[in-house]
């Protein structure tokens, strides 16, 4: 073997070529194997069959029997090399050592390494079971110590619980000791108070039995039928048709003025539209038809065929007035246009009609020349054509296209072409309006003298150029960020007649505006509420132009900048000025509306909001036409204002003082006393107001028909009890 081992390479080249270790291990296995009787016989045989079969068939197991392979395993060729000293390359050197002894080392730790964190992990599951079951015995601990100190404090809770109820008892001892002995003194005051008011009304009650006694004696002494019947028949007038019919009965001679034709030519069925069904309105106007001029059906919902059949029997009927009918469509209009040829004034907003209907008014209503289809949305363009085709509408003057969102450019564009005479124009709440549209109409309706486009957020300066053609008298836009201070130099060149602008809620205007209208002569009314950039740079060089002295209504509405100056030079040059709104003026104090009390013309002011006080209430009251004053929100007004006011003014018919948290039952005692001819008073949110202000207006009030007395939270059933028995008598 160690000769091998050490042989040269020449021969161990030779054992490899010639496969001589493959020889051997198949004759080695084979006598292992087999185990012969004769081994050398068995090796000479085995040699043979080699020969025969070649060297390179030569395999392991070639020299056993096939029964035996199964269960044999090969001798592994290493070995042999090893023992033979063949293949230097796998010898068992220091290197292959170090790694088997390596291998070895790793498997071992990694088997105690194992078995370590087995143990480790077993310890640690029982300390984590201990844990757990000593937060559960703390859990229970504290449980257990909680009941123990909740039964201590409920049981010391309800010791101090008695204690309390007793002093209650005895604080509320002397309580109601004190309370009662304060209630019999207001008590006494109050009935002392209640004894004068008594009289007073008493005083009153006399006056007003005397006069109506005196009121009695004349009727007594000259029938009613002695009376003018002009008078009396102007009377019936202002009665609707309810209280009409019981007109009828009180008398022989009120039913027959009941019966004249004059009474009935104009006909307003609207004040008593939920009441109102087919056949009261079939037997009126089949009784009345040849002389009904005017027919009011706004809101009868009710109304259906026969009605319709019967106003087209009114064949001199000129203004009809069908909005809000529910019942009415083109079928409708077809029967009413069959026989009231002469009308004049037609309403038709809030309904259902089509194209069908514009059709039927060019054909059957030549001399229209008012027209109203607001809000009526089931027409389109097409339909406004029809309004010029044929005899066409030519005669119509004023149109109200409100709230038709569905009209387009095209369709302004065939109104112009069909009703070029149109002078009035009204299209309200149209987001979709826009400049092209006014364009489009202004380009042959060069006759417009009025527009108002309320709640047109799209308009813009262009329109008011198109509009320059036309001669305005009356300009009316609100809620508009576009239009800007170039339309009213618009305005000042191209419409010298203007006398009515309203310019509410437009941001964009400045005081430059107001200063290029100032030259304009004939405004009376001007309004420029919400247009927060206004100041008195704009409101004096206004006040000081050409309109001035004939300015009749000025309303600057939270025009926060505005100042004593300009109240000042109001008063100073607005002799004809009746209608006035400084409302949430800010910077308006008593200097300035101190000014205003010398203004005689002055009829209705609205200072609501503003920083004034009783002073400005007094300087007011002194020339005493006015009719109607708001002082809401005005948190400096007291008791001491409203009365020196209402000594001065007798005439007041609107009052409104909402808000005002110093008022107390005093004021209205003062409104009541003084101004007797009140019809709309608002006292809401004043806190301090009480039933006795209520018993005060039914007592003296009698013209009274608004109350809002929302907010006064002193007020009981005991008020309504006034206001109901002052309504029977």
């Not at 009935?191 to 008011?197: C, D, P």
């Not at 104009?266 to 040849?290: A, E, G, Y």
């Not at 969102?405 to 065939?414: A, E, K, L, T, Y």
């Not at 527009?451 to 001669?471: G, Q, R």
Request: glycine residues 6%.
């Amino acid at each position: 073997m160690a000769s091998l081992r050490s042989a040269s390479p020449e021969l161990r080249a030779y054992f490899s070529r010639h496969n001589l270790l493959g020889v051997y291990e198949a004759l080695l296995c084979g006598v292992i194997v087999m185990r012969p009787e004769d081994p050398l016989t068995y090796l000479e045989e085995k040699l043979r069959e080699i020969m025969e079969k070649g060297l390179d068939a030569v395999l392991w197991y070639t020299c056993i029997d096939l029964s035996l392979h199964p269960k044999l395993k090969r001798i592994s060729e290493t070995y042999l090399n090893t023992v033979f000293g063949l293949g230097g390359e796998q010898r068992m050197t220091g290197e292959l050592c170090a790694k088997a002894w390596d291998f070895y080392r790793r498997n071992l730790m990694k088997l105690y390494f194992g078995g370590w964190i087995k143990y480790n992990r077993l310890k640690k599951n029982k300390r984590k079971k201990a844990k757990q079951k000593m937060a559960l015995a703390v859990v229970h601990y504290n449980v257990q110590m909680l009941r123990v100190i909740i039964q201590k404090w409920s049981t010391w809770v309800q010791i101090h619980k008695e204690k309390m109820t007793l002093a209650a008892k005895r604080l509320q001892q002397i309580f109601t000791t004190i309370y009662l002995n304060a209630v019999m003194k207001a008590w006494h005051a109050e009935a002392h108070s209640s004894l004068k008011t008594k009289a007073y009304f008493e005083s009153l009650a006399k006056e007003s039995q005397k006069g109506c006694f005196e009121s009695n004696d004349l009727t007594v002494g000259h029938k009613t039928s002695h009376l003018p019947v002009k008078a009396l028949l102007q009377v019936f007038r202002y009665v609707n048709l309810v209280d009409l019919a019981r007109c009828a009965q009180v008398s022989q001679t009120w039913m027959l003025l009941t019966q004249n034709s004059s009474l009935w030519s104009d006909i307003n069925f609207s004040s008593v539209k939920h009441k109102v069904q087919d056949q009261i309105v079939v037997n009126i106007l089949q009784k009345w038809r040849p002389y009904v001029l005017c027919l009011n059906l706004r809101g009868c919902y009710s109304l259906h065929w026969p009605s319709f059949k019967s106003i087209s029997e009114c064949k001199n009927l000129q203004d009809l007035n069908l909005s809000e009918c529910q019942g009415l469509n083109d079928e409708s209009m077809r029967l009413i246009s069959q026989g009231c040829r002469a009308l004049l004034y037609l309403n038709l907003s809030y309904t259902d009609i089509t194209n069908g209907t514009l059709r039927l008014l060019s054909s059957s209503f030549p001399n229209l020349q008012h027209l109203s289809l607001a809000h009526c949305r089931k027409f389109t363009d097409k339909g406004l054509l029809y309004l010029g085709s044929g005899k066409g509408c030519h005669k119509l003057i004023y149109l109200d296209l409100s709230g038709c969102n569905q009209i387009s450019v095209d369709g302004f564009r065939n109104i112009a072409n069909g009703c070029s005479g149109i002078q009035d124009l009204l299209i309200n709440n149209m987001p979709s309006l826009t400049d092209r549209c006014i364009q489009a109409l202004v380009e042959k309706c060069q006759q417009i003298m009025s527009v108002v486009f309320l709640d047109s957020p799209h308009l813009s300066d262009t329109t008011f150029k198109a509009l320059a053609e036309c001669k305005l008298v009356k300009v009316s836009i609100e809620g508009n960020n576009q239009i800007t201070d170039l339309s009213f130099k618009l305005m000042s060149k191209c419409c010298p007649y203007i006398r009515h602008i309203h310019m509410a809620d437009c941001q964009k205007i400045t005081d430059a505006g107001l200063q290029m209208i100032s030259p304009l002569k004939h405004i009376l009314v001007l309004n420029v509420a919400d247009c927060i950039r206004i100041s008195d740079g704009g409101v004096r060089p206004f006040v000081q132009g050409s309109s001035g002295a004939k300015l009749r209504e000025l309303n600057l509405t939270n025009c926060i900048h505005v100042t004593d100056a300009s109240v000042t030079e109001i008063a100073q040059r607005c002799h004809e000025l009746t209608y006035l709104t400084l409302r949430h003026c800010e910077n308006v104090t008593d200097a300035g509306i101190e000014a205003l009390g010398n203004m005689s013309s002055l009829i209705s002011i609205d200072i609501s909001g503003t920083s004034i006080s009783d002073m400005s209430l007094r300087a007011l009251g002194h020339h005493g036409k006015i009719k109607e004053l708001s002082v809401s929100e005005c948190k400096n007004i007291s008791d001491t204002g409203i009365q020196e006011f209402c000594k001065g003014t007798k005439s007041l018919e609107y009052c409104h003082v909402s808000y005002c948290p110093q008022l107390t039952d005093e004021a209205v005692k003062a409104m009541a006393f003084h101004c007797h001819t009140l019809t709309s008073v608002n006292i809401a949110g004043c806190p301090k107001m009480t039933d006795t202000c209520i018993q005060y207006l039914a007592a003296a009030c009698h013209y009274l028909h608004f109350l809002d007395v929302s907010g006064c939270i002193h007020l009981t059933d005991k008020a309504l009890k006034c206001l109901w028995k002052d309504k029977l008598s």
